[in-house]
């Protein structure tokens, strides 16, 4: 078998005059390079051992032939500094650009080392990175699931779906595919009020304390939720009064003790603000984040964030600083306007977070009503493809049979 290069390079053609630094992540974790990549006519060089690592691929270095060999389980492949001919499992490969010593290191063609051994690369011209996933993430990589609970009716009821029966009664019945649920039962209101019934809907169930036995009983991990939209301002004007920011903090804080931490479903910010004003729209959340966080640290309590995604019209969130103070954060990647939720732009959003967020800190959020049992798989693989930490499904009580099932085989 020979190989042939027209798939097996990366390149844009405005690629190679991008004064950006460009950054390679493998499983969505960026690679550090002791060089920077290279871009020698229109094909991307890197420094073979630091890529090799990521890969987990063993390789080794001969100075006197001047060969550079890897090899996995199933792959075997040559490259000689200055030759244009590859060998990958004694099939020959002819490149366009070979590897090569630059300033005193070893630089090889990076996709067609990473395709030798059956991995995804991808280019993002925005954020001029690269991003390679390993064959073996492509299946085998864990996903948590999330699930959010809210109240329903009896035939979109989310104890039901979760516990297998109509309330009361319980068994184990999805809980060992759901990890986590989130609890939308809180809310705000503009003075740092915590409510427990709001005008979205949102509201704790008299019954409260019997989802949260069966959670336990199930070793669900529960999450107190707190929601709250900016169609009247109310989230506006809280993030605006230091005082009422406070009082908000230490009602969360009380309350959050009952569970295991807290995930903080703040939407509509930044739909109409541009710069200056933008950021401080994103300046004033992350502020509030900040003294959310330091509370609840002090009392061994999680803080997750569900955030629009940042390829969405709600600009208000800086990932960046939001990353650093959390535990997790679930990409709301959906709403964009068809169904299922267009490949491109969720694939589009995770690229995007991952500049700035560890992928372990990452839950791709799916919304359930807006896709079929075949486009959720599709959205499970994105997550496992990228190392996400799992997926957060809006939400439970809308999870069909088939749907439960592809989780599992999932």
Known sequence: MTLTLFTLFLVQPSFANSTKEMTVFVNGSSVQ??????????????????????????????????????????????????????????????????????NGRTLIPLRIFSEAFNCQVSWDAASNSIYILSAQSQTSWPLEVMGYYALGDLQTSSWTNLFGHPFPNHSSGNTDIVKNIALGWYSLDADGNLLIKSRTGWQRPEDYKKVLAAADQYKVITQ???????????????????????????????????????????????????????????????????????????????????????????????????????????????????????????????????????????????????????????KLDIAKQYHLKGIAIWRLGLVTPDMWQLLREK
Request: negative net charge.
């Open 224 to 378: 107190m939720v707190v929601h709250m939209t900016d169609e009247d301002n109310s989230l506006t004007n809280l993030l605006s009064n230091e005082s009422a920011m406070e009082k908000a903090v230490e009602a969360i804080v009380k309350e959050a003790k009952t569970y295991r931490g807290v995930n903080l479903d703040f939407e509509g910010l930044g739909l109409r603000d541009k710069d200056d004003q933008l950021t401080l729209v994103q300046n004033r959340f992350t502020h509030f984040v900040t003294l959310l966080a330091k509370e609840l640290r002090n009392h061994d309590l999680k803080l997750i964030l569900s955030l629009h995604a940042p390829n969405s019209a709600y600009k208000g969130y800086d990932y960046e600083n939001l990353g650093k103070l959390v535990d997790s954060i679930v990409i709301m990647a959906y709403d964009y306007g068809s169904k299922p939720e267009p490949i491109d732009r969720v694939r589009e959003a995770i690229i995007n977070v991952l500049q700035v967020v560890p992928a372990e800190k990452l839950y791709l959020g799916v919304s359930i009503p807006n896709e079929t049992s075949s486009s959720l798989g599709t």
């Open 33 to 102: 390079f002791d060089v920077p990549p290279m871009v020698q006519d229109n094909r991307t060089l890197v420094p073979f051992r630091a890529l090799a690592e990521a890969l987990q691929v063993n390789v080794t270095w001969d100075g006197s032939t001047q060969t550079i060999r890897a090899k996995d389980a199933l792959t075997y492949i040559v490259l000689r500094i200055g030759d244009k001919t590859a060998y990958h499992n004694d099939s020959s490969i002819t490149m366009d650009v070979p590897p090569q010593i630059i």
